[in-house]
């Protein structure tokens, strides 16, 4: 069976820089995020629609597993230093082709999208207009002192200099502003989705949650949800991931004739239109001091 290699440290920038020529096949096979999850990571006030069946999407659970903070519901505590009855300003950081920028607009919330990529932004922009989107990085966002009330990085921290990108981030958020990370993971206890990732590289690693000083303790809370979805899709949800990106052409259609034998072949898969597949979305959020 082939097997995608491991990212090293050498290879990271040329990953974490690989989505904009595939800016189409990532906005068509990634997923967007369950509203329980946004709910968590959002100040008290601000929940969103509950998932419906039907809309490619099952209701999510909080995970079973011990917290570090109760899970399930939105966030109890407004922002301190926040009025509040005014919406809090949110960046999407790392927003690629605004998949949470759209749930975080869809709430009528102001939502600015920074990524790195240009390609990445035209298909946001066209995905969700008239928010405003900027090109950045983590390590230097193109925005004013005090202009956030939020900054949310999905699917990104681990593309990121930390040591870096937490003072600028910082540096754009209000007093008693919130940072929030968070990760769709497929759930690999699914046998498909087991053999699926031993083809394409497992999601069972770990992912840097540490976020640190100016900002105080980080809490951490998972949702588990099942996104509905067709063959192709798949194919495209494949395709966007960075590692199948940079492989040699050859190589990587050979990865996509292996996921195709697996939908043919795999008794949870043959012969179906629509798959289930599972999800932990993994959040991690932390506050600045008021001062």
């Not at 082939?2 to 990634?30: C, M, Q, W």
């Not at 922002?79 to 005014?86: K, Q, T, W, Y």
């Not at 949310?152 to 200099?161: C, G, P, T």
């Amino acid at each position: 069976m082939l097997r995608v290699k491991i990212v090293t440290v050498s290879d990271h920038a040329a990953h974490a820089n690989s989505f904009g020529p595939a800016a189409e096949t990532y906005e068509r096979g990634r997923p967007s995020y369950p509203s329980e999850a946004l709910d968590w990571l959002l100040p008290a006030g601000h929940r969103g629609p509950s998932r419906q069946a039907g809309t490619g999407h099952r209701a999510s659970t909080p995970d079973a597993g011990p917290p570090t903070h109760p899970l399930g519901g939105a966030d109890p505590r407004p922002l301190r230093g926040r009025a509040p009855s005014r919406r809090p300003r949110v960046v999407d950081l790392g927003a690629g082709t605004g998949k949470l920028t759209r749930q975080i607009a869809a709430r009528g919330l102001p939502v600015t999208a920074v990524d790195p990529s240009a390609g990445m932004l035209a298909e946001l922009r066209r995905a969700v207009p008239g928010v405003t989107a900027v090109q950045g990085t983590a390590e230097s966002i193109p925005l004013p002192a005090d202009s956030a009330d939020v900054v949310l990085v999905a699917q990104a921290w681990h593309w990121v200099d930390a040591s870096r990108a937490v003072p600028a981030i910082a540096g754009i958020l209000s007093p008693g502003g919130r940072l929030g990370l968070l990760w769709n993971v497929r759930d690999e206890s699914a046998d498909w989705v087991r053999r699926l990732g031993e083809i394409i590289g497992s999601e069972n690693r770990e992912r840097s949650t540490t976020i640190g000083p100016p900002f105080g303790p980080s809490e951490t809370a998972r949702f588990r949800w099942t996104e509905v979805l067709g063959p192709e899709r798949l194919i495209d949800m494949v395709a966007s991931r960075s590692r199948i990106i940079l492989l040699p052409p050859d190589e990587k259609a050979a990865v996509l004739s292996e996921v195709r034998r697996l939908m043919a072949t795999h008794p949870d898969l043959v012969g179906r239109t629509e798959y289930e597949l599972p999800y932990i979305t993994e959040c991690t959020r932390a506050d600045l001091p008021l001062d």
